[in-house]
């Protein structure tokens, strides 16, 4: 398909140990971003890719959180040393960049993250 | 700091009812805003952007500078429109959105 993909679709893992959520984006779209979305609550930014630029990383919640995109196109965020408080829906959006506007973000089905 | 503010996490309504969710943002200059909406087990998608200054589904959204808001209107609600909703302002420069925390609308036959 033609939209932004996530895997794994589900992820249950044990306090403590470390995940990679992988996002593959739309094809030419060069802007990238991570959102949480926990029960209850709004969506929260957690970091952005534009390009070769680096990435704005003003959201991450800790420094257990980290995230890459290689060759500007998958991207994964990693989540060292688990907590419960981790557990979430992990959206990523891409969108096309035009310098002074802005383009609607496309967005993943998420990865649910339980934490036991 | 800039700010997204949905006031009510649940709005119910009858079918045929108008529909009001509203948006209050608190950014200086001209942001650009949209309205993004997700459906029962579909994921989040784009509703409307206040410069399309488009219809889509019978929403309308009209940007008030005055007021710093941009509500969501509908003036007859149908069962279909049951959804989260989301008001997001995009402010130039800063290259992300900052989301409200989201209107559940639910429609009632």
Redesign the interface.
Known sequence: GAGVSQSPSNKVTEKGKDVELRCDPISGHTALYWYRQSLGQGLEFLIYFQGNSAPDKSGLPSDRFSAERTGGSVSTLTIQRTQQEDSAVYLCASSLFVRGGNQPQHFGDGTRLSIL | AQRVT?PEKLLSVFKGAPVELKCNYSYSGSP?L?WYVQYSRQ????LL?HISRESIKGFTADLNKGETSFHLKKPFAQEEDSAMY?CAP?R?GY????????TRLAVHP
């Open positions: 949905q650009e949209f994921r989040l998608q784009l952007r989301y995009f130039g290259n992300k959105l900052i989301f409200g925390a989201g």
